[in-house]
C-alpha cells in the first residue's frame, strides 16, 4: 500500500498535459462489446479504473493489445459470456456499463450491482427503467442485476432525473435495438457526446448527443474503428486549480476549452487570469484568492466532480464562500480531512460554508473518494510543511502519472511505500 507524501509552498510553473477522459474511456471500453470487428483506441488514460475495464473484457472473452502506452486494439469478437461478477462490478460505478452493452449485444446481461465513490444513495432506477422501456425484463437475482428480452424494440424514455449513467446505458441497449429511442432529459456531459461519437465511427445512428433529447435509430451491426479519446475536463480542471491555489502560471495542453466554461468562470471569479488558445489554457493564480459562490449541476453547470478541489481554493480565499452540491446528497466528507489541515468549513447536508484562512497546514490525512482524494493532493501543494496521503488508491483510479505531472511544473510530491504493519485500517 501507498501514500504520497507532499511538500507545500512550492509555486507550479511549466506545462502539463491532460490525458485522455475516464468517464469517456469507462462507457467507450464496455461499447466496443457491441461492435463486430477490432477496434483501436487512443488516448487512453493510464489509471486504475481503466486497468479493471480492460481486466473485464479479458475476463469475459475479449482480446486485448495494448499497442502503447495509450493506445488499445481490442478484438470482442470472441465474447461468449453476459455475466460480470460482483469481484469485478463492486469496484468501480461504471461497471454498470456492461449491463447496456451486454444487453445491446447479447440480448441479455447478468451483472453484479455497481460500486464506486461513496456520495450517499447512488440508485440505478432510471437505468432499468430504460431497459424496461426498451422491452427487457429485468430481475434482482442472487445479488446480481439480471436483464433478459427477446427483441429490444426502440421506444421514448423520460428520465425523471438528469443521469449520465441512465444516459450512456440506454444508448447503449439501444444501439442496435430494433427503430427508434427517443431519451428525453438526457444528461449532456462532454463524455456522453464522445461516446456518441465512438458509437457513430462504427455506424450507429445516433443524433442530439450533447442536448437533452437523444435519439437513436438502432442498427443491425457495428464495425470496427480507430478513434481518439477526449481530454480529461475533471483533471484538467483539478490541474487548473493547482496553478491557481499555488499563485503559479501553468499552461495546460490537450483540453477542449469548451468544456471547461464553468470551470474558468469560477476561477477567474477568485481572481486567477485564464489565457484560452484552440487546445490549451494559461492559469495564472492571484497573490490570495477571492471568495466565491458554487452550486454544482449537471453540464454545462460546474461539475459536482470538481466541487472537492474548489473548496481547497475557497478554505485559502480572502472571505466567506458558499459551495451547494445539488447532484449528490453526500459529497463533502473530504471536509474533515482539509479541517486537520486548518480549513474553516461548516457542512449543512448538501451545503458546505467556508470561511477563508491564510493558510493551511500540512498533516497526516486520508483521500476519502477519487476526486476528494485530488483534493488532499492541492491542499498540501500549497500547505506550510508537508502534508502525507494515504488511501491513494482513489486517486490511481482517475488521474495518469500525478507524482509525474505535478513533479514536472515544481511540485514536491513522492509515492511512498507504507509497510503493511503500519497501515491504518480504511475506516479512518
Ligand atoms: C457520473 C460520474 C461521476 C459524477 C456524476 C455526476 C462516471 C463514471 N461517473 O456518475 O463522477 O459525479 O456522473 O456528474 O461518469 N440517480 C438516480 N437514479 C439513477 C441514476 C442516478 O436517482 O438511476 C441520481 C443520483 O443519485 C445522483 C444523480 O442522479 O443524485 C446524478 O447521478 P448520475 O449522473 O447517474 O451519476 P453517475 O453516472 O453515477
Not at 500500500?1 to 491532460?18: A, C, P, Q, S
Not at 459470456?81 to 449485444?105: E, I, P, Q, T, W
Request: hydrophobic share 45%.
Amino acid at each position: 500500500m501507498d501514500k504520497f507524501v507532499v511538500k507545500g509552498g512550492k509555486r507550479l510553473e511549466g506545462e502539463i498535459t491532460i490525458s485522455g477522459a475516464k468517464n469517456a474511456a469507462v462507457a467507450i471500453l464496455p461499447a466496443v462489446l457491441l461492435c463486430d470487428e477490432v477496434c483501436r483506441i487512443e488516448n487512453v488514460p493510464e489509471i486504475s479504473d481503466v486497468s479493471v475495464m480492460i481486466r473485464i473484457l479479458y475476463e469475459l472473452g475479449a482480446k486485448v493489445k495494448m499497442i502503447n502506452r495509450d493506445t488499445i486494439e481490442i478484438d470482442p469478437t470472441g465474447v461468449g459470456s453476459c455475466m460480470v461478477s460482483a469481484d469485478m462490478s463492486n469496484r468501480m460505478r461504471a461497471s454498470s456499463y456492461f449491463m447496456g452493452a451486454m444487453l445491446g449485444r447479447f440480448n441479455r446481461a447478468k451483472v453484479a450491482p455497481p460500486g464506486g465513490c461513496d456520495f450517499g444513495v447512488r440508485p440505478i432506477d432510471q437505468h432499468i427503467k430504460g431497459f424496461e422501456a426498451l422491452g427487457a425484463k429485468v430481475v434482482i437475482d442472487n445479488g446480481m442485476v439480471d436483464a433478459k428480452a427477446d427483441q429490444l424494440i426502440g421506444a421514448p424514455v423520460y428520465l425523471d432525473k438528469v443521469s449520465v449513467g441512465a444516459t450512456i446505458n440506454i444508448i447503449l441497449a439501444s444501439v442496435k435495438a430494433r427503430g427508434m429511442t427517443v431519451i428525453e432529459n438526457a444528461a449532456k456531459e462532454p463524455h456522453i457526446v464522445d461516446l456518441a461519437n465512438f458509437l457513430n465511427s462504427m455506424g450507429a445512428d445516433i443524433m442530439g448527443a450533447g442536448t437533452n433529447v437523444i435519439k437513436i435509430r438502432g442498427v443491425r451491426s457495428l464495425h470496427g474503428t480507430t478513434y481518439s479519446i477526449i481530454p480529461d475536463q475533471i483533471e484538467a480542471g483539478t490541474y487548473m486549480v493547482a496553478a491557481a491555489v499555488t499563485g503559479g502560471n501553468v499552461l495546460i495542453k490537450n483540453v477542449i476549452p469548451k468544456h471547461l466554461e464553468s470551470i474558468i468562470a469560477k476561477l477567474v471569479e477568485t481572481g486567477a487570469t485564464v489565457e484560452q488558445y484552440d487546445d490549451s489554457l494559461r492559469v495564472i493564480g492571484p497573490e490570495r484568492p477571492k471568495h466565491c459562490n458554487i452550486i454544482t449541476l449537471p453540464h454545462p453547470g460546474f461539475p459536482t466532480d470538481m466541487q472537492p478541489q474548489m473548496a481547497v481554493l475557497l478554505s485559502v480565499a480572502e472571505g466567506t464562500s458558499i459551495i451547494t452540491d445539488s447532484v449528490w446528497d453526500n459529497r463533502f466528507r473530504y471536509v474533515d480531512q482539509l479541517t486537520i489541515m486548518g480549513a474553516q468549513i461548516q457542512v449543512d447536508g448538501r451545503v458546505a460554508v467556508i470561511s477563508g484562512v491564510e493558510k493551511l497546514k500540512g498533516a497526516p490525512v486520508a483521500a476519502t473518494d477519487l476526486r476528494a482524494g485530488a483534493a488532499m493532493i492541492l491542499a498540501g501543494l500549497c500547505a506550510d510543511g508537508v502534508t502525507e496521503i494515504e488511501n491513494i488508491e482513489y486517486i490511481d483510479r482517475g488521474y495518469s502519472n500525478v507524482v509525474e505531472k505535478l513533479n514536472a511544473v515544481g511540485g514536491d510530491i513522492k509515492r511512498v511505500n507504507i509497510p503493511p504493519q503500519n497501515v491504518i485500517p480504511q475506516a479512518l
